[in-house]
């Protein structure tokens, strides 16, 4: 079982940075592929950027240029670094971990841009 924990979010003016933190216990993050995933109100859920076990980086589309996603192996730590915030970004972030046929999510965190 591999637990995770958000931390990071906030309510910050369009334009600032916030960097999010992704704390796992159970699991070595470096194995897996981990990914940050948001959700808006009424809105599905969808992938924001994922680091797999090679470091292989992967991000939307939206978030290019912006937003960073990086590991620390010592805290087993994925952090998403997150740039130049629009009012759009708005959302619950919430951490994945897949390892296998394993798959964990944490409880989020939430990320509150004001115009």
């Known amino acids: 079982q591999v637990s995770l924990v958000e931390s990071g979010g906030a309510l910050v003016q369009a334009g600032g940075s916030l960097k999010l933190s992704c704390a796992a216990t159970?699991?070595?993050?470096?194995?897996?592929?981990v990914g940050w995933y948001r959700q808006a109100p009424g809105k599905q859920r969808d992938l924001v950027a994922q680091?797999?076990?090679?470091?292989?980086?992967t991000y939307v589309d939206s978030v290019k240029g912006r937003f960073t996603i990086s590991r620390d192996r010592a805290e087993n730590t994925v952090y998403l670094q997150m740039d130049s915030l629009k009012p759009e970004d708005t959302a619950v972030y919430y951490c994945?971990?897949?390892?296998?046929?394993?798959?964990?999510w944490g409880p989020g965190t939430q990320v509150t841009v004001s115009s």
């Open positions: 159970g699991g070595a993050v470096t194995v897996a592929t």
């Open positions: 994945n971990y897949v390892f296998g046929e394993y798959n964990f």
């Open positions: 680091i797999t076990r090679d470091s292989a980086t």
